[in-house]
């Protein structure tokens, strides 16, 4: 079993920048990811990290976001430029068994990921 605990979330106004922190027990070289889901929105994929560092963006947080880990077991998303669009519940995710990522897929079945309980992100005009 591996725990997840996201940090870093608040309030920014838009344009401000936000850095989530993910602290993962164990395993952290295994395919990671950063998900959000805000209220009456199905979740969407925001970033993930293969186990040798490749990393892989969602179209909207492109060239905003950067997701990144380190070797204490730590995932990181810097977030600069927020939009009005992005405040939801940001939560990390990692592979039970594969270092590779494949896209968002790798991480979309409950069955294979462990996953924190989030942290609320808001943004405000």
């Known amino acids: 079993q591996v725990q997840l605990v996201e940090s870093g979330g608040g309030s920014v106004q838009a344009g401000g920048s936000l850095r989530l922190s993910c602290a993962a027990s164990?395993?952290?070289?295994?395919?990671m990811g950063w998900f959000r889901q805000a209220p009456g929105q199905d979740r969407e994929g925001v970033a993930t990290i293969t186990g040798a560092g490749g990393t892989y963006y969602g179209d909207s947080v492109k060239g905003r976001f950067t997701i990144s880990k380190d070797n204490k077991n730590t995932l990181t998303l810097e977030m600069t430029t927020l939009r009005p669009e992005d405040p939801a519940l940001y939560y990390c995710e990692q592979h039970k068994f594969s270092a590779a990522c494949s896209g968002f897929k790798s991480l979309a079945r409950n069955d294979d990921v462990y996953w924190g309980q989030g942290t609320q992100v808001t943004v405000s005009s």
């Open positions: 164990r395993y952290a070289y295994r395919c």
